[in-house]
């Protein structure tokens, strides 16, 4: 009997220890990991580690991309870590004033170095990722021939179902479909519900102006709704013209 109490006192020395250096590395394996992550992904980033625990891990100074001209820059992200039987769950991820980059060419934007994650060779079709989302004080600015457009979003819930936020976009000067736009401004709500996105609210602009028709506005302001299907290739959407 000595003998074996003597192996249990060793074996849970040994166990303390290994929780100890656990305990104390956590931040080293935690940020070992997420590089690796970053790196399987196929994205150049750099951020520093602010907390791990058992219920939250944060990341803060995100940048993704070069750092002269990064594609996404992110405050602060938070993972929310749900305890369960076997493997913990991810909760809600939140975002703190991420800012994303993108150019628009061709009909198609991209955002560097998160376009192979964006723009797969997957012949399965588009879905939104299965995510609970808070997203705070979120931007971005997309740059194009047309003229560039600044987008300010924020909002919370899951992706496929439940996220609710507001989203408003400006623009100074938009030239397209030989028209042009001056000081133009969206803003509305944004809901998703059954994989559709779903947008609701007034789009204006101090004038609008079509040359070739002739077709001239002093101001104008549309009350649009846009439906997107599950895959974002496609949907319905109605507005009308209030003068």
């Known amino acids: 009997r000595g003998h074996r109490k003597a192996v249990l006192l060793v074996v849970l020395g040994l166990l303390a220890a290994l929780f100890a250096y656990g305990w104390f590395?956590?931040?080293?394996?935690?940020?070992?990991?997420?590089?690796?992550?970053?790196?399987?992904?196929?994205?150049?980033?750099?951020?520093?580690?602010?907390?791990?625990?058992?219920?939250?891990?944060?990341?803060?100074?995100?940048?993704?991309?070069?750092?002269?001209?990064?594609?996404?820059?992110?405050?602060?992200?938070?993972?929310?870590?749900?305890?369960?039987?076997?493997?913990?769950?991810?909760?809600?991820?939140?975002?703190?004033?991420?800012?994303?980059?993108?150019?628009?060419?061709?009909?198609?934007?991209?955002?560097?170095?998160?376009?192979?994650l964006i723009y797969t060779d997957s012949e399965e079709p588009f879905r939104l990722p299965d995510l609970d989302l808070a997203v705070r004080d979120g931007r971005a600015l997309i740059e194009s021939e047309h003229g560039p457009v600044g987008i300010k979003l924020g909002g919370e819930g899951r992706l496929r179902g439940g996220f609710s936020g507001e989203i408003a976009a400006t623009a100074p000067r938009l030239s397209g479909s030989g028209c042009v736009a001056q000081n133009a401004s969206l803003y509305g709500e944004l809901r998703v519900a059954a994989e559709k996105p779903r947008f609701s609210?007034?789009?204006?602009?101090?004038?609008?102006?079509?040359?070739?028709?002739?077709?001239?506005?002093?101001?104008?302001?549309?009350?649009?709704?846009?439906?997107?299907?599950?895959?974002?290739?496609?949907?319905?959407?109605?507005?009308?013209?209030?003068?």
Do not use: H, N, W
């Not at 204006?204 to 070739?212: E, I, N």
């Not at 302001?221 to 496609?234: F, K, M, N, S």
């Open 25 to 116: 590395t956590r931040e080293d394996i935690a940020d070992d990991f997420i590089a690796s992550q970053f790196e399987q992904l196929g994205l150049e980033a750099s951020y520093t580690v602010e907390a791990i625990g058992p219920y939250e891990q944060v990341i803060r100074d995100v940048v993704i991309g070069d750092r002269d001209a990064p594609d996404l820059v992110i405050e602060r992200v938070s993972v929310a870590i749900v305890p369960g039987f076997g493997i913990p769950k991810i909760g809600r991820i939140t975002l703190d004033k991420p800012r994303l980059f993108g150019v628009l060419r061709d009909g198609r934007v991209s955002f560097g170095s998160l376009d192979p």
């Open 201 to 243: 609210g007034p789009l204006r602009a101090a004038s609008l102006v079509c040359p070739d028709s002739g077709f001239a506005l002093g101001s104008a302001r549309i009350a649009a709704e846009v439906t997107a299907d599950p895959t974002l290739d496609g949907g319905e959407a109605k507005a009308d013209i209030v003068l």
